[in-house]
């Protein structure tokens, strides 16, 4: 089967002349739930920017579901939600328009838009907020906004950066327990986060990333049954100091 995303080699310089990502190769199945965890700076956001034609890959290769998302960048894009990492969205604008507009962007007629809105408004809890700014909603709110406002286009592959940074506990829960049934009907998600507790909780197949570079790739289990679990692990493989990390 094709799979949903497939990153072969990639490669990203800044003009700056920064390395964001050294060498990256990742295979994610379709109807995966796939946590891509790694530190600040490890390149998480470049790999994302690359694969959402945000930024320019300087070589390398990815196909979302068998089509290249910088060549048939168009084709590519049709098939995937992101939630970026910053809210890239206008502080004026209410919930629903926000979600209207990305319809918009990928060509969908007025009814449509706006059935799609009414759903999604109804399955993120967003109707009593529709109306409000988005300026004026809790951290939280804006995280759903942003999520609904990703699956207008009734996306295949869905991709958050870091979904659940600055989210107090109890909204987190909430997100999680959205993330788990879109995957369960059916979608794949690529999840980036530097919380491993999230990872370890929503995730079946997990890449510790470092440097720009895959340190450790594997299942779930495998990882987080390893000794020390998840947290061990992701010390070892992001090169933390052997004090920090339990029976070393
Ligand atoms: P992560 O998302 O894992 O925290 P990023 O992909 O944001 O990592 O960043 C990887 C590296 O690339 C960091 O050193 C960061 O400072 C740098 N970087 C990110 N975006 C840009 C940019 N637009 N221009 C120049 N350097 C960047
Ligand atoms: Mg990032």
């Given amino acids: 089967m094709t799979p949903a995303l497939s990153i072969s080699h990639l490669r990203k310089t800044y003009r700056s ?27 998480k956001s ?17 196909e979302i579901f068998g089509i290249d998302a910088v060549k048939n960048y168009r084709e590519a894009r049709r098939l995937v939600g ?5 809210f890239n969205v206008d502080p004026f604008a209410n919930a629903r ?17 706006k059935e799609r809105t009414d759903y999604l408004m109804e399955r993120f809890d967003l109707i009593p907020h529709q109306k409000k700014q988005f300026r004026e909603l809790s951290g939280g709110l804006k995280r759903r906004v942003v999520l609904a406002r990703a699956l207008v286009n009734d996306p295949k592959l869905i991709i ?26 059916g ?12 990872v370890e909780r929503l995730c079946r197949h997990i890449a510790i990333v470092s440097k720009g570079r895959v340190v450790r790739e594997g299942t779930k289990d495998e990882i987080a049954g390893s000794t020390g679990g998840l947290e ?4 070892i493989a992001t090169g933390a100091e052997p004090d920090h990390v339990a029976g070393q």
Avoid at 82 to 86: D, M, N, S, T
Avoid at 164 to 184: C, F, K, Q, S
């Fill in 17 to 43: 002349g920064t390395v964001a990502v050294e060498d990256i190769s990742l295979t994610i199945p379709e109807g995966e739930f796939f946590g891509f965890l790694g530190p600040n700076g490890a390149g």
């Fill in 46 to 62: 470049t790999t994302i920017h690359c694969i959402t034609g945000v930024a320019e890959p300087t070589s390398g290769k990815i």
């Fill in 82 to 86: 992101l939630c970026p990492q910053e």
């Fill in 97 to 113: 328009q926000i979600v209207d507009w990305m319809g918009g962007y990928f060509g969908m007629k007025a009814s449509q838009r």
């Fill in 160 to 185: 958050l950066d870091e979904p659940t940074a600055g989210v107090d506990v109890e909204l987190r829960r909430v997100l999680w327990r959205y993330l788990t049934e879109i995957n369960r009907d």
């Fill in 187 to 198: 979608r794949t998600i690529l999840l980036t986060s530097h919380y491993l507790e999230e």
């Fill in 232 to 235: 061990n692990a992701y010390l």
